[in-house]
């Protein structure tokens, strides 16, 4: 299975950006960012995204309560995935350093679920030219160790803890879903065999309540650089046809998404950084 990754502003608008306020929903528990507009930008400039030719940044996971995230990094000096982490203090993101949730092992395409209890991510599987998905789940002694579920990459759960995941049959990549139930994830589901099956997809970003999927595609028709697409879930569970992201994130070659655990802020990366983007725009295309 293969991996598919993904000027300057004045310095007021840096610091608007980066000094990211906050406000409160409901409680200072569900406090989260106020969310970019319905125009693409690139998400804490100098901080996050660094800007840079040498370096690229992407898969940006934010907690539930707003002020803590972590992300990749790549670039000289920094082994290959390695993941970041940065605190919001004083409206400031920190300066991002290594993780140490991982307990150094390799960490590939990590995403956080939805109520910040369970971090996915993938290793190689050994002989088997495959990956794994494992999981970290925090107890009352901190995260535990990793567990590992299937073969698949870039997990991406739900509330009711079904996990999302580009898995892989006769030489090509697919979506796959696996429910969870009584503590036990069933066997592999293909999503929408009619509308996906003749494709090659992968990354699936699902909405914390399943109500959409958005993902890349390389085989899908579309015009510009964007590869994604959104499909989403009617009353009687089908997908929608997809639907190209184009229209709202423009000719940016917009990949490896996820969504903010309240529902609200997409983020993405194109060309080596990373983006948000007000989640609104995605209803628009129902």
């Not at 507009?37 to 800007?51: C, N, R, Y």
């Not at 996971?61 to 940065?86: A, H, Q, Y």
């Not at 990956?131 to 759960?157: C, E, K, M």
């Amino acid at each position: 299975m293969r991996l598919r990754s993904g000027i300057c502003f004045a310095t007021s608008l840096i610091l608007v950006l980066c000094c990211i306020p906050v406000r409160s929903v409901g409680s200072p528990h569900n406090a989260h960012h106020v969310p970019p507009t319905d125009v693409p930008e690139v998400f804490a400039p100098g901080i996050v995204s660094l800007q840079s030719n040498l370096y690229r940044e992407s898969q940006l996971s934010l907690w539930p309560d707003g002020k803590r995230l972590m992300f990749c990094r790549f670039g000289p000096g920094i082994p290959d995935n390695t993941v970041f982490e940065s605190w919001l203090v004083d409206g400031m993101w920190t300066e991002p350093t290594p993780t140490h949730l991982f307990e150094n092992s390799i960490a590939v395409e990590p995403g956080l679920a939805p109520d910040g209890d369970s971090i996915f991510y993938s290793m190689p599987a050994s002989g088997h030219g495959l990956h794994n998905i494992l999981v970290i789940q925090r107890t009352d002694a901190g995260w535990s160790h990793p567990r590992r579920l299937f073969h698949g990459l870039y997990a991406s759960a739900t509330l009711d803890g079904t996990i999302y995941y580009t898995g892989y049959i006769g030489g090509k990549d697919h979506i796959a879903l696996r429910r969870l139930v009584d503590g036990e994830y069933m066997p592999e589901e293909v999503i929408g065999a009619s509308i996906f099956s003749q494709h090659e997809d992968a990354h699936p970003c699902v909405a914390p309540d399943g109500s959409y999927l958005i993902f890349d595609s390389l085989t899908r028709p579309h015009e510009g650089r964007c590869p994604l697409f959104v499909s989403f879930r009617d009353g009687d569970g089908s997908w929608t046809e997809p639907v190209h992201l184009g229209s709202v994130l423009g000719d940016l070659p917009a990949a490896l998404p996820r969504i903010s655990p309240d529902g609200t802020i997409l983020f993405f990366n194109a060309d080596g950084e990373i983006y948000w983007i007000d989640a609104a725009v995605i209803e628009q295309l129902r």
